[in-house]
């Protein structure tokens, strides 16, 4: 089982910057595509960015601000937040989609809640 927990979010002024992390722990025999996702009250959840063999994608209301990285060495997924805006007011999810034989399936953390607000 892929268990996955979130970290970093919290309160910030806009144009104000954070890093979120992803603890992916667990079974990782499988092979996965990682992303980001968020979640504003009120609307459904979106997506942010995903990392695949092809590159790292991103929508279009983050290009520019928001990088996703991964350190692989220690099993960790990061999304800096940079020049964030009120409208980035969300819970944020990590997500692991995992394939191969046997290994179908997605997975979610608990979320972490990113405020922007002056």
């Not at 002024?13 to 722990?25: A, F, K, T």
């Not at 990682?34 to 092809?54: H, L, N, T």
């Not at 692989?72 to 034989?101: I, K, R, W």
Request: aromatic residues 14%.
């Amino acid at each position: 089982q892929v268990r996955l927990a979130e970290s970093g979010g919290g309160s910030v002024q806009p144009g104000g910057s954070l890093r979120l992390s992803c603890i992916i722990s667990g079974n990782l025999y499988c092979s996965y595509d990682p992303s980001w996702y968020r979640q504003a009250p009120g609307k459904e959840r979106e997506f942010i960015s995903k990392r695949d063999m092809y590159g790292t994608t991103y929508a279009d209301f983050v290009k520019g601000r928001f990088n996703f990285s991964q350190d692989f060495s220690h099993d960790t997924l990061y999304l800096q937040m940079d020049n964030l805006h009120p409208e980035d007011t969300a819970t944020y999810y990590c997500q692991l989609q995992t394939y191969g034989v046997g290994c179908e399936g997605i997975h979610w953390g608990q979320g972490t809640q990113v405020t922007v607000s002056s």
